[in-house]
């Protein structure tokens, strides 16, 4: 039987495209302990407290420091079909009710059980807090690689109330879309990118709804946005703005276009592509070789590591909502600017991206544009992006990022300063 996972499975278990925080191993089943666990950490994944998409539980591979050891333990085939049905009945349990995903697997000769367990659409959700009959139910939500109650801390348990019925814009519904819009070429693409089994499945229909970008709506079934936005020819129909603008600029005021590029009428993730390679060719580099060494020194005017990361933010972070704006990247003699609309959630300040604080660990915007982004390899994992520049832009000998944003949070913009040396050369007219 093919893998209806939405991800491969050994990505799943080196955590390749997906955080350690949503990814739970057990390395064997029994009803009374690790039956109660993953009723709980099923609880918590559904609940996606912090918009990641929900997560995993593996059955029948050991975890040591946050990874899987393999080979893996493995279950017997009647020990997966047994947690299966105690599982699903107990699933029951959960208020509102709720299913997750049972994938049976093959690895390295042994079986386990893969649990996919997407972020919910009638959240908060109630767990027991064991497998005792009666016993109280609990909000359970996951703190990194935790899955803990979040009624402990009062903050936790208001905010989850916050979240209630409240689903991410790119997991909604498309009302004025059809699955006709999807198109099945580019699905297939995307899940042999990724390496899923799910490529398999012949049926389109059970194809869109096992990926999630398709649900059942009074007897037909309608996309959701984050279908269109990866899988529909021309995105800007349903979301104007959904494109990447780049303009080169003639100075540092901004006066004199260039070069312009609009990358439009196709998925976010092959404009984010495009974009990549169109900047990559913009990224110079000088090749010094010091009388006083031996080897040669690299040295950029912009490390594109920065750059990607700072576009990859742009996309996944932004708004797709009635937001006509696209998003900009602007390349002026002395600085990149990458702008993306609107500015950051509620929760995050200017200290925490200037690294004075470390931020807090909000919700974010979109669920699903991030999980696939980093699946396919185009977005770092959350939190890192920031730290990721900060790390290129210094080991290249440049200025740190900038990032700025209005009060009303209307924008988010990150600068980019040229490395000192090319901005002296260029000055002195000199050739880069």
């Given at each position: 039987?093919?893998s209806?996972?939405?991800?491969?499975?050994?990505?799943?278990?080196?955590?390749?495209?997906?955080?350690?925080?949503?990814?739970?191993?057990?390395?064997?089943?029994?009803?009374?302990?690790?039956?109660?666990?993953?009723?709980?950490?099923?609880?918590?994944?559904?609940?996606?407290?912090?918009?990641?998409?929900?997560?995993?539980?593996?059955?029948?591979?050991?975890?040591?420091?946050?990874?899987?050891?393999?080979?893996?333990?493995?279950?017997?085939?009647?020990?997966?079909?047994q947690?299966?049905?105690?599982?699903?009945?107990?699933?029951?349990?959960?208020?509102?009710?709720?299913?997750?995903?049972?994938?049976?697997?093959?690895?390295?000769?042994?079986?386990?059980?893969?649990?996919?367990?997407?972020?919910?659409?009638?959240?908060?959700?109630?767990?027991?807090?064991?497998?005792?009959?009666?016993?109280?139910?609990?909000?359970?939500?996951?703190?990194?690689?935790?899955?803990v109650?979040?009624?402990?801390?009062?903050?936790?348990?208001?905010?989850?109330?916050?979240?209630?019925?409240?689903?991410?814009?790119?997991?909604?519904?498309?009302?004025?879309?059809?699955?006709?819009?999807?198109?099945?070429?580019?699905v297939?693409?995307?899940?042999?990118?990724?390496?899923?089994?799910l490529?398999?499945?012949?049926?389109?229909?059970?194809?869109?709804r096992?990926?999630?970008?398709?649900?059942?709506?009074?007897?037909?079934?309608?996309?959701?946005?984050?279908?269109?936005?990866?899988?529909?020819?021309?995105?800007?129909?349903?979301?104007?703005?959904?494109?990447?603008?780049?303009?080169?600029?003639?100075?540092?005021?901004?006066?004199?276009?260039?070069?312009?590029?609009?990358?439009?009428?196709?998925?976010?993730?092959?404009?984010?592509?495009?974009?990549?390679?169109?900047?990559?060719?913009?990224?110079?580099?000088?090749?010094?070789?010091?009388?006083?060494?031996?080897?040669?020194?690299?040295?950029?005017?912009?490390?594109?590591?920065?750059?990607?990361?700072?576009?990859?933010?742009?996309?996944?972070?932004?708004?797709?909502?009635?937001?006509?704006?696209?998003?900009?990247?602007?390349?002026?003699?002395?600085?990149?600017?990458?702008?993306s609309?609107?500015?950051?959630?509620?929760?995050?300040?200017?200290?925490?991206?200037?690294?004075?604080?470390?931020?807090?660990?909000?919700?974010?915007?979109?669920r699903?544009?991030?999980?696939?982004?980093?699946?396919?390899?185009?977005?770092?994992g959350?939190?890192?992006?920031?730290?990721?520049?900060?790390?290129?832009?210094?080991?290249?000998?440049?200025?740190?990022?900038?990032?700025?944003?209005?009060?009303?949070?209307?924008?988010?913009?990150?600068?980019?300063?040229?490395?000192?040396?090319?901005?002296?050369?260029?000055?002195?007219?000199?050739?880069?």
């Amino acid at each position: 039987m093919a893998s209806i996972l939405p991800i491969n499975l050994n990505d799943l278990l080196y955590l390749r495209g997906v955080e350690s925080a949503r990814v739970e191993f057990k390395a064997s089943w029994d009803e009374k302990t690790t039956g109660a666990q993953i009723i709980r950490t099923i609880c918590a994944f559904a609940n996606d407290f912090h918009n990641l998409n929900g997560g995993y539980i593996v059955v029948g591979v050991a975890e040591q420091n946050g990874h899987a050891v393999l080979p893996p333990k493995g279950l017997e085939p009647v020990e997966i079909e047994q947690a299966q049905v105690w599982l699903r009945g107990r699933c029951n349990t959960i208020d509102p009710v709720y299913a997750p995903v049972f994938s049976p697997e093959t690895l390295q000769g042994r079986h386990i059980l893969a649990i996919w367990v997407p972020g919910s659409q009638m959240r908060p959700h109630q767990a027991p807090e064991s497998s005792e009959r009666g016993a109280a139910r609990r909000y359970f939500i996951r703190l990194g690689n935790e899955t803990v109650d979040a009624a402990k801390q009062a903050e936790l348990l208001t905010q989850l109330m916050q979240l209630t019925a409240r689903v991410p814009f790119d997991d909604r519904r498309a009302l004025h879309a059809s699955l006709l819009d999807l198109r099945e070429t580019k699905v297939r693409e995307f899940l042999h990118d990724i390496g899923s089994d799910l490529v398999e499945e012949e049926d389109n229909r059970l194809l869109y709804r096992h990926l999630r970008i398709a649900e059942p709506v009074n007897g037909h079934d309608l996309p959701r946005n984050v279908g269109l936005l990866f899988f529909a020819q021309d995105p800007e129909v349903w979301f104007p703005g959904a494109r990447i603008e780049i303009v080169e600029f003639a100075d540092d005021a901004g006066e004199g276009v260039l070069k312009e590029k609009v990358l439009a009428r196709r998925p976010i993730h092959e404009q984010l592509r495009d974009a990549f390679s169109y900047l990559e060719g913009s990224v110079v580099r000088a090749i010094r070789r010091p009388s006083d060494r031996f080897r040669a020194e690299h040295s950029y005017n912009y490390p594109l590591a920065a750059v990607r990361e700072a576009l990859a933010n742009a996309v996944y972070h932004r708004s797709y909502e009635a937001n006509p704006e696209p998003t900009k990247v602007y390349l002026f003699p002395d600085r990149v600017e990458i702008t993306s609309y609107p500015g950051p959630v509620p929760g995050l300040q200017a200290e925490h991206f200037s690294g004075a604080a470390r931020p807090p660990a909000v919700p974010l915007r979109n669920r699903r544009i991030g999980e696939w982004l980093k699946e396919l390899k185009l977005a770092e994992g959350r939190g890192t992006g920031v730290p990721k520049m900060r790390r290129a832009m210094q080991q290249n000998g440049s200025p740190p990022p900038m990032f700025d944003f209005d009060e009303a949070r209307s924008y988010f913009r990150v600068t980019l300063p040229i490395n000192p040396e090319f901005l002296s050369e260029s000055a002195n007219g000199s050739s880069l």
